[in-house]
């Protein structure tokens, strides 16, 4: 067993950020990450494509400052090290080529950032059906691009992902979105405050004007999704524009609905959690430093309520400074004025998210999809069979899943709690504001019981 | 009829590593995960779920499980989790994990 000062879950740019605050102003910190290398979703392998950067556009090369700050001798990293249990004493269990190894500390930083919203219509499960997101990676880790893809969903992931593939000389076949122009007059409200964050802004624009002028056809306001495969492997695609079925061939379906924060580690710890009525999404209550309920553990970045790469950097610094002061590594004339600047920082970052968040919303048929649409991927649960079950009796997540299995596969819920969870409201009239956020409970990722009884104990 | 992939490759590497991909050896770039050195030879699924529906890699990020295969006789491996090596030996996954195949545990 092994002790810090701080343990730093995630190597994201919240992570990153705050594990080089803490780590240049003396702590021990350690850092760990089950992905296979620093940077998180946003910088994956940044050190690796600087010199194609031109694909991915500036704000991504921004984050090689960010990764080579990690490269110091006050942090002990690990990736690929995948974290099953965290406690309410800081004592931190994860696992490494195949051994579970146990780290305590006096404080934690859960910095686990965001999944893709799960996107559910008949023939999400198919082959060639993946996530925009999914397609990102594998563009900046693994150099392969999507072939003649259809791009189907809403959020500004969607148009930054088609920009990249545009530049690549690997355009979408189309864009097909569900963003509706009651959700454009919706936003506008916010859009005065969102003009404090006119950098995005103006990118945003960029992206959808390259979308525009490489030809990309784009309908928009559609619905009733569904993917069929054809013998050769190909993706049908049907949907409704205008009233009108139409239907697209492709090799690739990529879904995107937006993301949602990661939460499994700081609910299984015991943290309070609320409903985000914006966002549609469970997230951590903090204080504005990202100290939760829980004396010593911090959230910060995506997993605490999205809010894009550059503000979770910021919220990671703001943790790790906070921590220094506690620990008397700074005064306090440097803690304020500090914090202070990254709050200022803070403020104009976010005054675009109310905005995005209306003007991308989550169309209801993503909330409440059709019968016959397979909700829990891994268990194959549809959501005729989760209505049924509650119309014979059942009462509750927990009743869902002895009795029908929903929720009970390798992904622990991951990918369709939250659908399940507005079936469930939906047909006992019951708001997401009135109940506790699902439990989850270690091992929050699946590992052998092999290894498992192989911990040493101190 | 196999599928080819549903991707192009279109950065070029110099170090190779060739594994066993359902059968067939492959080559594929060394610091590649595995899931994504099997999408760049196959558009077919990677595994079969109990009931025989098809399945392939969704989320590349370790979060939906849908990329299972079984790696050097470990099946539930998930392939966008683990880099690709060099003499890997990768199979389908038909239906649930059998218990008591498993060399590792």
């Known amino acids: 067993m092994t002790n810090y000062d701080i343990i730093i879950i995630g190597a994201g740019p919240a992570g990153i950020s705050a594990a080089s605050v803490a780590a240049y102003a003396g702590l021990d910190v350690l850092l760990l990450d089950e992905q296979p290398d620093v940077g998180g979703k946003v910088y994956r392998n940044v050190k690796q494509n600087d010199s194609k950067q031109n694909w991915f556009w500036s704000n991504y090369s921004s984050g090689m400052h960010l990764v080579n700050a990690i490269n110091c001798n006050k942090i002990t990293k690990y990736f690929r090290a995948t974290v099953w249990r965290v406690e309410k004493n800081k004592r931190v269990i994860w696992s490494h080529n195949g051994e579970s190894k146990i780290s305590t500390a006096s404080n934690i930083v859960l910095a686990t950032g965001a999944q893709e919203r799960p996107f559910p219509f008949p023939g999400w499960t198919l082959p060639g059906v993946m996530t925009v997101g999914s397609a990102q990676i594998l563009m900046k880790s693994s150099g392969i691009f999507p072939k003649e893809a259809v791009l189907v969903g809403s959020g500004p992931l969607l148009y930054l992902v088609a920009t990249q593939m545009i530049d690549a000389n690997c355009p979408p076949k189309a864009l097909i979105e569900t963003q509706t122009l009651r959700m454009m007059m919706n936003s506008l409200i916010h859009l005065p405050l969102a003009l404090l964050n006119m950098k995005s802004l103006i990118k945003g624009f960029m992206f959808i004007h390259k979308i525009k002028s490489a030809g990309v056809p784009r309908y928009k306001s559609v619905s009733s999704l569904e993917a069929r495969l054809n013998n050769k492997g190909l993706i049908e695609f049907l949907f409704s524009h205008k009233g009108i079925k139409k239907s697209l061939k492709t090799k690739l379906l990529l879904i995107h609905q937006g993301v949602i924060p990661s939460t499994e580690i700081s609910r299984s710890v015991g943290i309070d959690h609320s409903w985000n009525t914006s966002q549609l999404s469970f997230q951590p209550i903090v204080d504005k430093w990202g100290k939760t309920n829980i004396d010593g553990i911090y959230i910060a970045g995506d997993c605490a309520g999205i809010n894009g790469s550059a503000s979770a950097s910021l919220y990671g610094k703001l943790a790790a400074i906070k921590i220094l002061y506690n620990t008397e590594k700074i005064n306090f004339y440097v803690y304020k004025i500090q914090s202070l600047s990254i709050r200022i920082n803070l403020f104009f970052i976010n005054s675009i998210r109310l905005f995005l968040d209306t003007l991308y919303a989550v169309p209801e048929e993503v909330l409440f999809p059709s019968d016959d649409t397979t909700v829990c991927r891994c268990e194959e649960i549809t959501v005729g069979q989760i209505k049924l079950g509650l119309n014979e009796g059942i009462r509750g997540v927990r009743q869902l899943k002895t009795s029908i299995r929903s929720g009970m596969g390798l992904c622990q819920g991951r990918m369709c709690d939250a659908i399940v969870r507005n079936i469930m409201l939906h047909n006992t009239s019951q708001e997401h504001t009135t109940i506790l956020a699902p439990k989850t409970r270690s091992p929050i990722k699946p590992i052998t019981l092999g290894e498992m009884s192989k911990i040493k104990k101190d | ?105």
């Open chain 2, 1 to 105: 009829m196999k599928p080819d992939s549903r991707f192009n490759t279109l950065v070029k590497s110099t170090k190779d590593v060739n594994f066993t991909l359902f059968g067939e050896v492959v080559t594929a770039p060394k610091g590649s995960t595995l899931a994504a050195a099997i999408l760049s030879h196959s558009g077919d699924a990677f595994r079969q779920t109990e009931t025989g529906a098809l399945r392939s890699a969704f989320c590349m990020m370790g979060v939906c499980f849908e990329c299972l295969v079984e790696v050097n006789g470990n099946p539930n491996t998930q392939s966008c989790m683990i880099l690709v090596e060099d003499k890997m030996v990768v199979k389908r996954q038909v239906g649930l994990r059998q218990i008591g195949i498993c060399e590792n545990d």
